[in-house]
């Protein structure tokens, strides 16, 4: 799977925090239709986690899907979290939501403590996304539920087009994420795929919008020469290039997945777990 220097995507979405939630309409949207999803599993948390929450724009609604569960809200970048407990963190009580600043490989929660994982748009930043499906199978308990939502490799192909291969993020096959799910420890991992078009009056303002969201490339092998005032005008014009029917177009491939935590078959040491039913016997 493609991988990105963690430390620069931090920085850049902590520097964000402020316009994130103007700028991410994609962001938006995906998250009101992965809570139409909810609407078919069925599942009655006690601890939820939301992984990479933001400014925890889908948190209230989580909550008021499930009025007696406890949040806990997570996220790499501090400020964002700052945001959460600011303008959003007054609409709901302290008392049913934490916010944790950490890493998705080494989450700071128990193991089997969370019924439900939701995750928005984030796994494609984390610098390790199979390690990061291990850590979520490690705190989910038995038949717990992930939910969760990421970008496809076809993501961003015009701006890929544009300003060039080396200029922007690679992203994970929904194939490769099935497999990293069940090799993770989930059953039977459903998976699909849909295609996003947002379309900008300029290509400046496209630009400004990916930069505004703290969505700018941090792949670690990304181009580091300074992109000065030639290569500004030519990507510009790369992309007036690309507009169609007055606005300038630009392509996300959505995956969506939902796996359940399987029950373990063997314990951290390696031994098998074997399990006993008791069986009623009857004379006749």
């Known amino acids: 799977m493609p991988e990105i220097d963690a430390r620069v995507a931090r920085l850049r979405f902590a520097r964000a925090a402020a316009t994130y939630a103007a700028a991410s309409r994609l962001e938006a949207e995906v998250g009101v239709r992965m809570l139409e999803r909810l609407d078919y599993v069925k599942v009655a948390p006690e601890r939820m986690l939301e992984a990479g ?91 717990g539920l992930l939910l969760f939502s990421t970008l496809g490799p076809d993501t961003l192909a015009e701006l890929r087009v544009a300003a060039g291969a ?71 014009a790369a992309l007036e290039a690309l507009r169609r029917d007055g606005r300038v177009p630009l392509t996300f491939e959505v995956v969506y997945g939902h796996a359940w935590k399987g029950t373990p078959r063997r314990r951290a040491d390696g031994r098998s777990i074997v399990q006993f039913t008791s069986r009623s016997h009857q004379r006749i």
């Open 53 to 143: 929450c933001g400014p925890g724009r889908e948190s209230a609604k989580l909550l008021a899907r499930y009025p007696g569960a406890l949040l806990l809200e997570l996220d790499f970048a501090l400020p964002m979290l700052h945001r959460t407990r600011g303008w959003f963190g007054r609409l709901r009580g302290p008392s049913r939501s934490v916010q944790l600043c950490g890493d998705f490989t080494r989450l700071p929660l128990a193991t089997a403590s969370v019924d439900l994982v939701w995750s928005n748009m984030a796994l494609h930043w984390a610098a390790d996304p199979p390690a990061v499906l291990r850590e979520l199978a490690r705190v989910l308990a038995a038949d």
């Open 166 to 236: 080396g200029r922007v993020h690679r992203f994970a096959d929904m194939h490769d994420v099935g497999d990293a799910l069940v090799a993770a420890g989930f059953a039977a991992p459903v998976m699909d795929t849909e295609r996003l078009t947002m379309t900008y009056p300029s290509g400046a303002a496209l630009l400004a919008d990916l930069r505004a969201s703290g969505q700018t490339c941090a792949a670690p092998g990304r181009s580091r020469g300074l992109a000065g005032r030639r290569f500004q005008d030519a990507l510009g």
